[in-house]
């Protein structure tokens, strides 16, 4: 199993989650989260001179799913998220060792 | 080293972190995140007709521990999670490579 | 690649941003989490006796990195982020398998 974790612009939550929808993913769980990329946060023109938003506010993806399918869903995240501006998001994946379902008691694949 | 990863009701942290407590766990970490399972949120009956909310609210638990004391930690969050009902929640569980207390600089084993 | 997760004092967030800066880190999200360490949450003495708060707030840094640069980084967290107090906070590293820069498509180091 892999988590995949997706660091988004908060507008494109509901594409990306409409997309992996679409492809068969249910299972999402989503924090609200503030970042910089490689730009160092954002410069904005003030009245006063320039100003630096350090961190904007962005959305954090996680999503655990069968190491067969990890693909098709980053494909979907990554169509459904992309605007092609800076500040767009990152994908992150990372290896997963156990899943519970806590309900039943399920554990490993039929628990995703 | 591991890190349990938890996704549980908001009224289940207190057996949780009770049950943890009891079972020898003192160090967790709880965030507020929104998510949805399986059964993709939750349809709602409202005057106008059905409405589906997308994300509930739930806690995501994360607590590193020793590899020898996993089971024991995932039984006492499944134990005291668990209502019966859909939605109770997840565990994951991952790998971690090093952990380091800031205060100490202790690395490893003894600085979980 | 590797991620940093370190949980620290709200009020070193400034210093500890600032030094990875200095030491060449940009890519940085933070959250806003509660946690307890070793010491179980706080005692705080109160007109009707002892009162425990069981979780305090914290903030949650995750940084993705390559391997050979993980160890710069942990050391500068910790040398910003210590007071010298209980409750500084720790540095936890996972194994990444991939990365994706979602404006280009860019994988794994360059994508970092
Ligand atoms: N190395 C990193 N570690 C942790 N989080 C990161 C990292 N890089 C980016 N992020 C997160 O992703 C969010 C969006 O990053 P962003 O899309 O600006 O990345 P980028 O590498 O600068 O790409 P771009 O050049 O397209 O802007 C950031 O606000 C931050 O939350
Ligand atoms: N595959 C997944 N990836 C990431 N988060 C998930 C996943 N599945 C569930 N979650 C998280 O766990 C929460 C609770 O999920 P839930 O208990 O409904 O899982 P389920 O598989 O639908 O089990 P049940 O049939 O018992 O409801 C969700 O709101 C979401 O935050
Ligand atoms: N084992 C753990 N698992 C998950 N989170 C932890 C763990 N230990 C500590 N944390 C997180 O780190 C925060 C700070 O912990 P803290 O610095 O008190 O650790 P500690 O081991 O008690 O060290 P110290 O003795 O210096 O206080 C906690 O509030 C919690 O969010
Ligand atoms: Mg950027
Ligand atoms: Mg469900
Ligand atoms: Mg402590």
Same mark, same amino acid.
């Given at each position: &199993?892999?988590?995949?974790?997706?660091?988004?612009?908060? @507008? !494109? #939550?509901? =594409?990306?989650?409409?997309?992996?929808? #679409?492809?068969? +993913?249910? *299972?999402?769980?989503? %924090? @609200?989260?503030? *970042? !910089? $990329?490689?730009?160092? $946060?954002? =410069? #904005?023109?003030? !009245?006063? $001179?320039?100003?630096?938003?350090? +961190?904007? =506010?962005?959305?954090?993806?996680?999503? /655990?799913?069968?190491?067969?399918?990890?693909?098709?869903?980053?494909?979907? /995240?990554?169509?459904?998220?992309?605007?092609?501006? /800076? $500040?767009?998001?990152?994908? +992150?994946? &990372? =290896?997963? @060792?156990?899943?519970?379902?806590?309900?039943?008691?399920? %554990?490993?694949? @039929?628990?995703?």
């Amino acid at each position: &199993m892999k988590k995949i974790e997706a660091i988004i612009r908060e @507008e !494109r #939550l509901e =594409p990306v989650r409409k997309a992996l929808e #679409l492809a068969g +993913f249910a *299972g999402l769980t989503v %924090t @609200e989260v503030s *970042g !910089r $990329g490689k730009q160092k $946060g954002v =410069p #904005l023109q003030w !009245r006063v $001179g320039e100003y630096r938003v350090e +961190f904007l =506010p962005k959305l954090k993806l996680e999503m /655990i799913c069968h190491d067969d399918d990890c693909q098709v869903a980053v494909d979907a /995240i990554v169509k459904a998220a992309r605007t092609g501006r /800076i $500040g767009d998001g990152k994908i +992150f994946i &990372m =290896p997963v @060792e156990q899943v519970v379902r806590i309900r039943t008691g399920e %554990t490993g694949s @039929e628990a995703v």
